[in-house]
């Protein structure tokens, strides 16, 4: 006996059916369409609305876009976007708080504490903002001055439980040893974020991850990592860090080929050299090429931003196998600018591949004195001899 | 890649210039869309209405909120609530008239509130804008139905009773002359360009709040070069200090105070979306003869990002196996599984969030006992400015301001300090016009001004017509209800004892020595009122004409 259908069940099926063959289809297909690039098109277009700014308000809307641009693409070219945005406008409108504001965060974004420094005091107005205590507080960490730094953290806390501000803490809490405190607080920030801002939670997803892998477990940061890019899809930032992940777990081929489409979207220098690094015992010419491509790169970058530059320029040539005559140079500048521990240990690791091991000793001595606690620290300083509290 | 960069990028705060629409009166600042950088959200309660419908006994319950994506257009990542709990009515107040006599009186409200589980409507949204309305904790037991938005709909109880329902867009019931109000608290977000990490320093700035216009108080006092501005138009903020130096009211040559208010709606022309109910007595408790206060209070929710994973980021396999299954069962199609949602805003009084929480996003929820030191000593601040005003006005006050002759910018740490100011006004009994509030004719107390603040929700009588503080009537002009809180209802105003409309008679402004000569806030709304559920005007159509105000 035949089944008989009805017709809102026929309707049901065939919509079922065609349906199935869409989803994969597009399943199948390569997902250009992004999260990230969906962004990246938004941003454009409201750069390009406001690219000739008539009024004061459409110079800081200029200011702004291109700012969530520059944060976005992290391209030294954007960044300088953002900076020429700013004096434009300035000239043309004279100063106020919202470009002495902007100028802070970017100076900040850039490594220029001074500048950052010097901005904040010209906006009396804002001191008391809760967007400016998390800037002198940040600060603070940059500069090496922990105590004021998780006073203003856990103040800003206090004052309004924002998700920031508990990324914030969760950041100062991984890099004083207190990795199960970070992620903790980590989950809680992530916990806070809506639905809207899928961008926000990838990107404390991607911060769960990196408490994992800094703490050598490298599955579980994989895991993070997924969750974050298919929270919001197409972020190179995100890609580069399962491309890491993959490289620790084993997978290179995976691994090879994810930092060669990032390198292709993103042209960072750190990510060629990573890449450099996994092909040096295999095809040595490749990596050779690899660093000189990266050598260029970084110079670019040094030319326009020198102290942002320098931190990934000094990493990578910690990871190459030969020396580079200039590693002390650009280490010892890099910790004039920022004297925190992070600056610190990349010089007493330079040190170290300079074969110094007294000015290495010293200087993890002096972080020894500080909370700053990561277990990179604590391995340099295992192999240097130096104990806990400074004591060798 | 370690390091700042990164650490950085999206902690940024965000900053959006340009004028975004005044929300209303009553958000916390996660949501106070006044401030230049937070953007409308449909998370934004405006009001709760709540009053008996006419010729049953069934309460009507109206939750408004920021009509987004559009007017008749839901979110489906927000969830609504309207906590409904009939209790019955209780004695008049009888307690020492002290501050420890308010205490304890709240002490053991306190404890019933401990156990304040109450019956709720839980809403939720599919893609399709149809809504699941669920009904939790009546007596009659859970269900739901999922109805058709922007139109009348009867949802059957389990009982055989006959809900109705109304959720969609209309226009706004709130009639307001909003920048008034703000420019009687030099509240700087609603005139220049505040962003929200400023909302302690830079919201309310020290300066004598007043109804009367101050000599020389350049940034707020009304522009006749600038007539927009603090009504659309924001402008930078000038360097300070901003305190105030000087050392009376504003006067023109013809003697006349220049009145903060200009009684115009700057709600008119705009929408709202709305959950409306009009819900039998008899389904919300088993008592409905006994029980005739209906305590209320909507919230809002957002759902969160890590729950939206699991539906957002899944394998293509399992998001096209949800689809498919959702096809065959509807529930599905709506998340209202309440962990999965941050609360995000409260409404229960109205007025109280602006003029008493200071819009703390912490001071949500009905229960804000543990506030009342604090609201003691913001209603003597408040005092301090409304109370000069109005005996300059010749009118009699509750609030003892020591007579001076112009307001003052105070502000008390301690609550038994302020509480003397305040001690009449708080326990003063709140005159009525006439016996229209009061149908019934039942011995119903009338209110106390502390009684209605706190707890933080509406309370509707249903042996009243429900006019506030009996509940909220659409017609009510409760923001200058509010202000006449500070009048001595011991005293006359005119040929009469001062009541709650003594401040919304023309008669009475046009005989005042001040310019505009108007009543505070509209009288009426900007469209008349149905005469039949849901009793909200039709919506304005969009990009439509609005009415000039």
Request: charged share 25%; with cysteine; glycine share 6%.
């Amino acid at each position: 006996m035949p089944i008989k259908i009805s017709t809102p069940w026929r309707l049901r099926l065939a919509i079922i059916w065609v349906s199935c063959l869409c989803l994969c289809t597009a399943a199948c297909s390569p997902h250009e369409d992004t999260d990230y690039a969906k962004e990246l098109a938004r941003l454009k277009t409201a750069i390009a609305k406001f690219d000739a700014p008539a009024s004061k308000d459409d110079a800081l809307q200029l200011v702004y876009y291109r700012y969530q641009y520059a944060s976005l693409t992290v391209d030294y070219d954007d960044l300088k976007a953002v900076e020429d945005a700013i004096a434009a406008a300035r000239r043309t409108y004279g100063p106020s708080d919202d470009l002495y504001y902007f100028g802070a965060y970017l100076d900040f974004k850039l490594h220029r504490l001074q500048g950052t420094q010097d901005l904040m005091a010209h906006m009396p107005n804002a001191a008391d903002s809760t967007s400016l205590q998390a800037l002198r507080a940040d600060l603070a960490l940059q500069q090496g001055r922990y105590t004021e730094a998780l006073q203003g953290y856990e103040d800003l806390i206090h004052e309004r439980r924002t998700w920031d501000a508990l990324a914030r803490l969760a950041y100062y809490r991984l890099k004083t040893g207190q990795p199960e405190e970070a992620d903790e607080l980590y989950r809680q920030a992530a916990d806070m974020i809506p639905a809207k801002d899928m961008r926000s939670y990838a990107w404390l997803e991607l911060q769960r991850g990196l408490v994992a892998l800094e703490y050598g477990h490298y599955e579980q940061a994989l895991e993070h990592y997924r969750i974050a890019d298919r929270a919001w899809s197409g972020y190179w930032l995100i890609e580069e860090h399962i491309a890491e992940a993959l490289r620790l777990t084993g997978d290179i081929p995976a691994s090879v080929a994810l930092y060669k489409k990032i390198i292709e979207r993103t042209h960072k220098p750190e990510y060629v050299t990573a890449l450099a690094n996994m092909l040096a015992a295999e095809a040595p010419a490749a990596a050779a090429r690899l660093y000189r491509e990266a050598d260029i790169l970084f110079g670019r970058q040094l030319a326009l931003y020198p102290e942002a530059a320098s931190g990934h320029l000094i990493e990578s040539l910690l990871q190459k196998q030969d020396i580079d005559p200039r590693l002390q140079e650009y280490a010892e500048r890099n910790h004039a600018v920022r004297p925190n521990s992070e600056a610190k240990l990349l010089l007493a690791r330079a040190y170290l591949k300079l074969g110094k091991p007294a000015q290495a000793r010293a200087l993890i001595g002096e972080i020894m004195q500080t909370p700053w606690r990561t277990p990179q620290l604590m391995s340099v300083a295992a192999e240097l001899g130096v104990g806990d509290r400074g004591k060798t | 890649m370690k390091g700042l960069l990164k650490y950085l990028t999206p902690a940024l705060a965000l900053l959006a210039f340009g004028y975004a629409h005044a929300a209303d009166h009553n958000d916390p600042n996660a949501v106070n869309s006044i401030y230049a950088d937070v953007p409308v959200s449909g998370a934004d309660l405006y009001d709760i209405f709540a009053y008996p419908a006419d010729g049953a006994d069934n309460l009507v319950v109206q939750l408004t909120f920021a009509p987004l994506p559009e007017a008749g257009v839901f979110d489906k990542d927000l969830m609504y609530q309207i906590h409904l709990d009939p209790a019955p009515r209780s004695s008049d107040y009888s307690d020492a008239e002290s501050l420890e006599g308010m205490i304890a009186h709240f002490e053991a409200l306190k404890q019933q509130f401990l156990n304040f589980k109450t019956p709720y409507i839980k809403v939720s949204f599919n893609d399709r804008n149809q809504a699941k309305v669920a009904f939790i904790g009546f007596p009659g037991g859970d269900f739901h139905q999922i109805v058709e938005t922007n139109q009348v709909a009867d949802i059957e109880t389990p009982r055989g009773q006959t809900i109705k329902a109304f959720l969609g867009g209309r226009d706004d019931a709130f009639f307001n002359n909003l920048h008034g109000f703000f420019r009687s608290i030099n509240y700087a977000p609603q005139f220049f360009k505040i962003p929200a990490a400023s909302y302690k320093t830079l919201a309310e700035l020290p300066i004598p709040k007043t109804l009367l216009e101050l000599e020389g108080n350049d940034l707020f006092n009304y522009d006749p070069a600038h007539p927009m501005h603090g009504k659309g138009e924001k402008y930078d903020l000038p360097p300070g200090p901003y305190e105030w130096k000087g050392d009376r009211f504003k006067k023109d040559a013809d003697g006349n105070f220049r009145f903060v208010y200009d009684g115009e709606d700057d709600q008119a022309g705009r929408n709202i979306n709305t959950l409306s109910f009009e819900i039998p007595m008899a389904f919300m408790t088993e008592s409905p003869q006994a029980e005739r206060i209906v305590r209320l209070w909507g919230e809002s929710y957002v759902l969160k990002a890590s729950a939206k994973i699991a539906h957002y980021a899944p394998s293509w396999w399992t998001r096209m196996w949800l689809w498919i299954k959702s096809m065959f069962q509807k529930e599905l199609e709506f998340n209202d599984r309440e962990s999965d949602y941050n609360k995000v805003d409260h409404d229960g009084v109205p007025f109280s969030d602006a003029a008493l929480s200071l819009r703390y996003d912490d001071h949500l929820g009905p229960n804000n006992l543990k506030f009342l030191r604090e609201f003691t000593i913001r209603f003597a601040h408040l005092g301090w400015g409304f109370g000069p005003s109005i005996s300059a006005l010749g009118l009699p006050t509750c609030f003892d301001h020591d007579n001076s002759p112009v307001s003052v910018h105070k502000v008390y740490t301690l609550a038994t300090e302020a509480f003397p100011r305040v001690k009449k006004c708080f326990f003063q009994k709140l005159n009525m016009p006439d016996n229209s509030w009061n149908p019934s004719g039942k011995d119903i107390p009338l209110k106390r001004t502390f009684e209605i603040f706190i707890p933080n929700l509406t309370q509707v009588d249903m042996d009243t017509n429900g006019t506030w503080p009996y509940g909220r009537r659409l017609t009510d002009q409760v923001a200058t209800r509010f202000l006449a809180t500070f009048l001595d209802m011991g005293q006359n105003c005119g040929a009469k004892p001062c009541d709650i409309e003594t401040l919304n008679q023309p008669a009475l402004w046009e005989s005042a020595p001040i310019v505009p000569k108007t009543v505070p806030n509209p009288l009426t709304n900007d469209k008349p009122f149905l005469g039949e559920f849901p009793y909200l005007a039709e919506p304005w159509p969009k990009n439509g004409e609005y009415p000039k105000h």
